[in-house]
């Protein structure tokens, strides 16, 4: 089912440093995993349609968790392409609602009212999700031989797609912008040590962060004994 994995990274608005979104082409069309904040939207557009992502054939835009660098673009992507949004539903009001810490613990006042002004998440860029995917969601009826994970820590809702041959889209549980580690932003500590210990034992290959490069597994494994 599936062909091939484009990486694309936008850069972030005031220098906040970058994001990764993951094409996936499919024998029936393409999946995109995140969306990018909505300051770079030409630039992904760009970017699908180089690759032969065009209006009619990206089925599906999945999100691995609701913070608004990831889903600033699916309800646009939505409108112009005709993919449906899928998410997890714990997540779900930061989309509905235009507030990253809906289901946060963390987070003052102050920083729900500028979140959306930094990452340019207006009111035309809320939606409600198509679908509601948690885990062991499997997602080949888009063609992608892939099941999705919860990996709960950095949000409640976050998720993570792992391919059967052993790629996992990890959102924002891991990162790699200077070596492989657990991402420093976590709303639920124990909660992520949990997801991390899930994700050792099952056969992960390569994972594909939503900030910083792609890495082995091994390498988080053997540097984060």
């Known amino acids: 089912m599936q062909q091939g994995i484009k990486t694309i990274t936008l850069p972030l608005p005031y220098r906040l440093g970058s994001v990764n979104c993951y094409l996936v082409a499919t024998d029936t069309g393409y999946v995109l995993i995140d969306t990018g904040s909505s300051n770079k939207r030409n630039q992904l557009e760009r970017e699908l349609e180089s ?118 889209f990890c959102g924002d549980l891991l990162d790699n912008t200077g070596k492989p580690v657990l991402n420093a932003i976590m709303d639920d500590v124990a909660g992520a040590s949990a997801s991390v210990e899930k994700l050792r034992s099952l056969a992960v290959n390569t994972v594909y962060p939503g900030h910083g490069k792609p890495f082995p597994m091994e390498q988080f494994i053997r540097d984060n004994r």
Do not use: Q
Not at 61 to 85: C, E, Q, S
Not at 88 to 109: I, L, Q, V, Y
Not at 125 to 146: M, P, V
């Open 51 to 168: 690759a032969g992502c065009k209006p009619g054939n990206l089925k599906l835009v999945v999100l691995t968790h609701g913070d608004f660098d990831h889903i600033g673009n699916a309800a646009y992507l939505r409108g112009k392409f005709g993919a449906k949004i899928a998410m997890h539903k714990d997540d779900s009001g930061m989309a509905e609602r235009g507030d990253m810490f809906w289901n946060r613990e963390s987070g003052s006042t102050l920083m729900r009212v500028i979140a959306p002004i930094l990452f340019r998440f207006g009111k035309s860029n809320r939606f409600e999700a198509d679908l509601y995917i948690k885990d062991g969601y499997t997602l080949s009826e888009y063609g992608f031989d892939a099941t999705v994970l919860t990996i709960p820590g950095h949000s409640k809702g976050s998720i993570g797609i792992l391919t059967a041959g052993g790629d996992l």
